[in-house]
């Protein structure tokens, strides 16, 4: 997605660059300030997505999922330990459990 921006950016700059190159009157040249200032600001919008989306990866590299879903204060399954054949004949004959 980054790229798309950073690649729409610079093309409006262009087109507005062209616009401003053969203008011919107030009107067009206020036409081409624009689009090269909308292409500025989608040329920043993708470069700072490209910054979050490195900053999202490191994060991921440091915190597994699982550490995650914990930080984030979901609830992660835990195994139970299996009691021993022995244990079970015990709680069944004292009646608990």
Do not use: C, N
Request: a positive charge.
């Amino acid at each position: 997605m980054s790229g798309f921006l950073k690649l729409l950016g610079i093309l409006m700059m262009l087109v507005g660059g062209g616009v401003l190159l053969v203008a011919s009157s107030a009107l067009h040249e206020i036409l081409a300030a624009t689009g090269i200032g909308l292409g500025a600001v989608v040329l920043a919008l993708g470069t700072i997505a490209d910054l979050l989306d490195t900053i999202l990866l490191h994060l991921r590299a440091k915190f597994p999922v699982e550490d995650a879903r914990i930080l984030a204060g979901a609830s992660v399954a835990v195994a139970q330990p299996q009691p021993s054949k022995e244990q079970e004949v015990t709680w069944k004959s004292r009646g608990t459990r």
